[in-house]
């Protein structure tokens, strides 16, 4: 196995997009980011260089860190950040994973312009996929374009300031020729065109697609006009071919979709539209990008129109759901037949005081913040502490993190309160217009014992009035087992479960109004992040940290920290570790 070796320098940079400059943060300069490229069993070592003014980490989305949580990157949970001009070296191998995963900053919204493509390749060559081999493989980032301080956004979302919304969607950075200057520049009458993602392929020849949902506001349905895909895999792991013009895919989620350029040549568009909710109508003005897959072949006879996919009706949530629910994993798994802990985790949104008390007008932004809840309660970061949760756990110090600042509460088993989840109808809080559960927020872990099967059902609500909740668990790949529309019901839905062939995933999408069961073996130890990978969401407190003690039996104890880990604000002594 090799070593594979970056340098990723974060700094800022004036990037134009609709004849606008705005300063956004870049690794090495580049939209995306660097591609890391790996076979499977290679060690990964990668240089961040912080020349941001940001606290930065970097996550790698996916990979599951085994024994070495140091280098999951999320700050104040694994690690304490990388302040401005400092560096930290992440180290970890890729073993017994391969497929298309990515990384990104942890950042809140600065991840919109932080984040690329990490392909680990099979050990032997790419004869092994199961599947014919492709002529080529092509990285395909879905994003979004901002044309606002990210840093901002990020603020005004934590004060539940809800009002922002991207500018456009990207594919590979690109905005593409939907979008013009116009609106920019009507003074000048200018109408310039932005540039899209260019695809050429040739006649009869296989591309493989490694599709990623890199975008903060949007699940989106991609398609190809004349052209089927078919989805081999999703968050690096093999799925049963399953043929579709339309791929649904939701923020943190991969698929790799091979499609063959099996249509007349000419051209033809490959569009990615954002999902919406039909409730509540957020206008979003542009919400659709396109690029063109280009014949090469014969190009001087290729007629100029270029052929348009029907896109599905963007408010139509259902198309996900179905796309999700036809996803199996390619070879049968020894999924465990019963849990050992079960958990039952609603998504939803409380309010919280401005003044951090209990009473205070749950109707008025100025007294009350709009927060994400599981089970109720909303996440607190722990930011003012002096080491990373991580290290608190490490050196069993639960009482240094007290003194730390990090006041640990557990994340209930079951919802606070239990209504009919799902009847827009019925919402038990409060007036109508303020129908939010008066909540606080706390630092909540759930702890599990070293190998246990643990199961929890996601149960979205009507309080969320929003598209499906890709939740995304750090460290570990969840069996998906069963999802529904409606209310979980464990009498009638244990039934349903698959305990043949679910699918494997880190992120898995909770529908609209409905719920998913998951079952994973928590045998990785550590405290790893479980949140929403919508960044409104993961800002807003949709967050939890599972911690998984060592095993008592077999060692399973981390190695140390890393000597190069990052100290947290240096003026907070008297914590010797
Ligand atoms: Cu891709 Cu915790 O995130």
């Excluded at 994340?411 to 309160?417: E, F, I, K, S, V």
Aim: glycine share 6%.
């Amino acid at each position: 196995a090799a070593v594979v070796e970056h340098t990723f320098v974060v700094s800022q940079v004036n990037v134009t997009r609709l004849c606008k400059e705005t300063l956004v943060t870049l690794v090495n300069g580049q939209l995306p980011g660097p591609a890391i490229e790996v076979t499977e069993g290679d060690s990964v070592v990668v240089h961040v260089v912080n020349r941001s003014p940001y606290n930065m980490t970097i996550h790698w989305h996916g990979v599951k860190q085994r024994l070495n949580c140091w280098a999951d990157g999320v700050p104040m949970i694994t690690q304490c950040p990388i302040m401005p001009s400092r560096n930290f070296t992440y180290r970890f191998n890729v073993a017994g994973q391969e497929g298309t995963l990515w990384w990104h900053a942890h950042v809140p919204c600065l991840r919109s312009t932080l984040h690329g493509a990490l392909i680990i390749r099979p050990r032997h060559g790419a004869a092994s996929y199961p599947f014919p081999k492709p002529d080529k493989e092509i990285p395909i980032v879905i994003g979004e374009w901002w044309d606002m301080d990210l840093a901002q956004l990020d603020r005004n979302t934590v004060n539940g300031v809800l009002v922002d919304v991207p500018t456009g969607s990207t594919i590979n950075g690109k905005l593409g020729d939907l979008y013009n200057c116009s609106a920019a520049s009507a003074s000048e009458g200018a109408v310039e065109q932005e540039d899209g993602f260019v695809l050429e392929v040739e006649s009869g020849k296989t591309y493989l697609l490694r599709l990623m949902n890199a975008a903060l506001f949007s699940e989106y349905y991609l398609k190809i006009a004349g052209h089927t895909m078919t989805v081999v895999a999703s968050d690096a792991n093999y799925v049963k071919p399953y043929a579709t013009a339309v791929v649904a895919i939701a923020p943190g989620e991969t698929m790799d979709v091979l499609v063959a350029a099996d249509a007349p040549p000419g051209r033809y568009y490959i569009a990615a539209l954002a999902i919406q909710a039909p409730e509540p109508d957020v206008q979003v003005p542009l919400t659709i990008t396109r690029g063109i897959v280009q014949y090469t072949t014969n190009v001087d006879d290729v007629p100029a129109p270029v052929m348009m996919p029907d896109m599905p009706n963007q408010h139509d949530t259902t198309g996900s759901f179905y796309f999700h629910g036809n996803l199996s994993s390619l070879r049968r798994h020894r999924v465990p037949a019963r849990a050992d802990e079960h958990m039952l985790v609603t998504l939803s949104l409380g309010s919280v005081c401005r003044d951090g008390g209990q009473s205070c007008a749950r109707s008025d932004s100025d007294e009350s913040i709009i927060v994400g809840t599981m089970n109720d309660v909303s996440f607190r970061a722990p930011t003012a502490a002096v080491v990373s949760l991580l290290e608190a756990h490490y050196y069993r110090r639960d009482d240094m993190a007290a003194a730390a600042g990090v006041e640990l509460r557990a994340l209930p088993d079951t919802p606070r309160r239990v209504f009919n989840f799902t009847d827009p109808a019925y919402i038990p809080y409060g007036p109508k217009e303020a129908p939010l559960e008066p909540t606080e927020k706390q630092t909540m872990v759930r702890r599990f014992r070293h190998g246990a099967v643990v199961e929890v059902v996601f149960q979205d609500t009507a309080v969320m009035q929003s598209d499906s909740n890709p939740m995304h668990l750090h460290g570990h790949d969840m069996f998906v087992l069963a999802h529904g529309l409606g209310n979980y019901d464990a009498a009638r839905d244990v039934a349903s479960y698959n305990l043949v062939d679910p699918p494997l995933k880190n992120t898995v999408v909770v529908p609209r109004l409905g719920w998913v069961a998951v079952r994973f073996v928590a045998d990785n130890p550590g405290t790893w992040y479980i949140h929403c990978h919508f960044d409104f969401h993961l800002s807003m407190g949709m967050v939890a940290v599972f911690i998984v003690e060592d095993g008592s039996t077999v060692d399973t104890s981390l190695p140390p920290p890393p000597d190069d880990l990052p100290k947290c604000g240096s003026n907070k002594g008297g914590l010797d570790l």
